[in-house]
């Protein structure tokens, strides 16, 4: 049985960073592309980054430049480094694995 489990969520004024985890069991992560997606209140979910099986990372458009994604193979764990935050940033922040789904990590950013 795969899990997802998010953790590094919280509050942070405009400007601040935040670093999200995936941590993975029941699937080595490197073998597949991993995703993280986040949904807005009223909003429906929407895709933030991916990292592929080989390395390469792909980004949307409204956090390139701020967001990296990131994958460490000895300890099975997926990452979202979030610099520049912004309001619009505030979401629950999801990890994604084939069809495997987290729980979600809450983001808000405010002062």
């Known amino acids: 049985q795969v899990q997802l489990v998010e953790s590094g969520g919280g509050l942070v004024q405009p400007g601040g960073s935040l670093r999200l985890s995936c941590a993975a069991s029941?699937?080595?992560?490197?073998?597949?592309?991993m995703g993280w997606y986040r949904q807005a209140p009223g909003k429906q979910r929407e895709w933030v980054a991916t990292i592929t099986n080989n390395g390469s990372t792909y980004y949307a458009g409204s956090v390139k430049g701020r967001f990296t994604i990131s994958r460490d193979n000895a300890k099975n764990t997926g990452y979202l480094q979030m610099n520049g935050l912004k309001p619009e940033d505030t979401a629950v922040y999801y990890c994604?694995?084939?069809?495997?789904w987290g729980r979600g990590t809450q983001v808000t950013v405010s002062l």
């Open positions: 994604n694995s084939v069809t495997d």
């Open positions: 029941g699937r080595t992560l490197s073998s597949y592309a």
